[in-house]
């Protein structure tokens, strides 16, 4: 089976633009979550989804906003960037009861100049 | 959820075991203890898992105190391939469906040596 993809691999964006990461889940997974991972820091939680809902959001600006599509790919959009956005953006997919055991994907490095 | 201490770094000889420790002095009798581990520029990776009992698979071991209040992971004979960081991370059962993220501190770096 294929683990959760993401892309783009690698971006270069310009202060003040909008940028927009993909992922998708390891089939059969209905739970989609985003992390921020800056340099020398532990991944930070953004948001979760399971079947289309938010389940859940970290303590990001609303320039962060994410959706999930009817087959549990999902989408993170960022507004206005800032060159602090500058970061791997890590997707994980979990089938979403339970457990905490989350997969991640090779995640999508950002790169604001 | 209960906060984490672990050392920052850590070096382990290769073959040799690597015993990694967190400290979760504040857990809950309901929380769980979760271990990942980031190799350099990849996502990070589900190791294993406990409540009270030791735990065994074919990643690691988990060894957890009667209080609960500390735990250490084992790889019983370290290879190069697992110098990475690796996150103790404690977390309640979510009763809520899909609403299992994972708060991540700053973990312990393991340097394997050959």
């Known amino acids: 089976d294929a683990g959760v993809t993401q892309s783009p691999t690698h971006l270069i964006k310009t202060r003040g633009q909008h940028v927009t990461l993909r992922c998708s889940p390891i089939?059969?997974?209905?739970?989609v979550s985003w992390y921020q991972q800056v340099l020398g820091q532990g991944p930070q939680f953004i948001f979760q989804?399971?079947?289309?809902?938010?389940?859940g959001r970290g303590n990001f600006p609303d320039r962060f906003s994410a959706r999930q599509f009817p087959n549990y790919s999902s989408e993170l959009n960022v507004n206005a960037l800032l060159l602090g956005d500058s970061a791997l953006y890590l997707c994980?997919?979990?089938?979403?009861?339970?457990?905490?055991?989350?997969?991640f994907g090779p995640g999508t490095r950002l790169t604001v100049t | 959820d209960a906060k984490t201490t672990q050392p920052p770094s850590m070096d382990c000889a290769e073959g040799r075991a690597a015993n990694l420790p967190c400290n979760h002095s504040t857990i809950s009798g309901n929380e769980y203890v979760y271990w990942y581990r980031q190799i350099h520029s990849q996502g990070p990776q589900y190791i294993i898992h406990g409540l009270k009992n030791n735990e065994t698979n074919e990643m690691a071991s988990l060894i957890i105190t009667e209080d609960r209040k500390s735990s250490t992971l084992i790889l019983p004979h370290a290879t190069l391939r697992d110098t990475a960081v690796y996150y103790c991370?404690?977390?309640?059962?979510?009763?809520?469906?899909?609403?299992?993220?994972?708060?991540f501190g700053t973990g312990t770096r393991l340097t394997v040596i050959p």
């Open positions: 991370i404690v977390r309640v059962p979510s009763l809520l469906p899909g609403a299992n993220n994972l708060f």
């Open positions: 994980a997919s979990s089938p979403g009861t339970g457990t905490y055991e989350q997969y």
């Open positions: 089939s059969g997974h209905k739970s």
């Open positions: 989804y399971y079947e289309k809902e938010e389940r």
